[in-house]
């Protein structure tokens, strides 16, 4: 077996057997892991806060090619991030973030994902409560270009042809973006995009951090949802993402 020493944060934990738990990290130097530690539920000793969502630190890993469960050997914490249990908003919308991770990472190194999803966190926990949906957004939609999944939203997806930053347009998730006037009545199951909605996705992505309305970030929760739906292959619910939805406005 070979020992990984890593940056990590835990992403999911469940229980195993009557000691252990199964964690689910995102690492900088292998992406997403599974890992066992071991008498983690039994004595709070050996791994301390390491358990804990949202935790993180140095992991070291105990790993060995061809096998889907790897021995966490220590986990050395330097952030806990107990903020984001306190605080129901906070608190879906780090594990929605959290859930797109663990299904668009995978088990590859990915720095620059790693760094985002330290800062998406840090971010959402800092947010003011009205601030928290806007924040989760712009953490959300800079994991999706992160990944490679950046939608098309300066001209249209089909024709190439421009968008004015002052045009409605189409937004089509089949088609990864928006279309122009032309080819959005031709595409089929396209939802129409206001030009501020636009710009306001465009400032997510470049970093800035527009702040939409309640009504205003309800749609875009939703657009957001049936773009990863989209794009995500193995037709399973987004169960974290629809509670944040559920969580902050009693309906999805």
């Known amino acids: 077996m070979a020992l990984l020493v890593t940056d990590a944060i835990v992403l999911h934990q469940s229980d195993y057997l009557e000691s252990s ?3 689910r990290l995102a690492t900088r130097e292998a992406g997403v892991q599974s890992v066992l530690a ?5 004595s709070r000793k050996r791994f301390g806060s390491a358990v804990d969502l949202f935790a ?5 890993l105990q790993t060995k090619p061809g096998r889907d469960l790897h ?3 220590s986990f050395d914490v330097t952030r806990s991030r107990p903020g984001l249990a306190a605080d129901l908003g906070r608190f879906t919308a780090a594990s929605a973030l959290t859930e797109c991770v663990l299904r668009v990472v995978h088990d590859e190194a990915a720095p620059g994902v790693y760094d985002g999803v330290l800062s998406g966190l840090d971010a959402i926990a800092a947010a003011e409560s009205p601030d928290t949906v806007a924040v989760a957004l712009g953490a959300l939609w800079r994991l999706v270009s992160d990944v490679g999944f950046t939608p098309v939203l ?7 042809a421009p968008i004015g930053t002052d045009e409605d347009s189409t937004f089509s998730h089949l088609a990864g973006g928006t279309l122009c006037a032309r080819c959005g009545p031709r595409t089929p199951g396209g939802r129409r995009l206001p030009a501020s909605a636009r710009q306001t996705i465009l400032a997510w ?5 527009p702040q939409p309305t309640v009504p205003e970030s309800r749609a875009h929760q ?3 949802r049936e773009f990863l739906e989209q794009h995500l292959t193995d037709g399973r619910e987004l169960r974290a993402f629809s ?6 406005y009693g309906q999805v």
């Open 205 to 209: 992505l470049d970093g800035r951090q």
């Open 21 to 23: 738990r199964i964690l």
């Open 56 to 60: 993180q630190g140095q992991a070291q």
């Open 222 to 224: 939703r657009l957001l």
């Open 38 to 42: 071991r008498g983690a539920r039994s």
């Open 154 to 160: 300066d001209r249209c997806a089909e024709c190439q």
């Open 71 to 73: 021995t966490l050997v």
């Open 243 to 248: 509670a944040w939805e559920l969580g902050v």
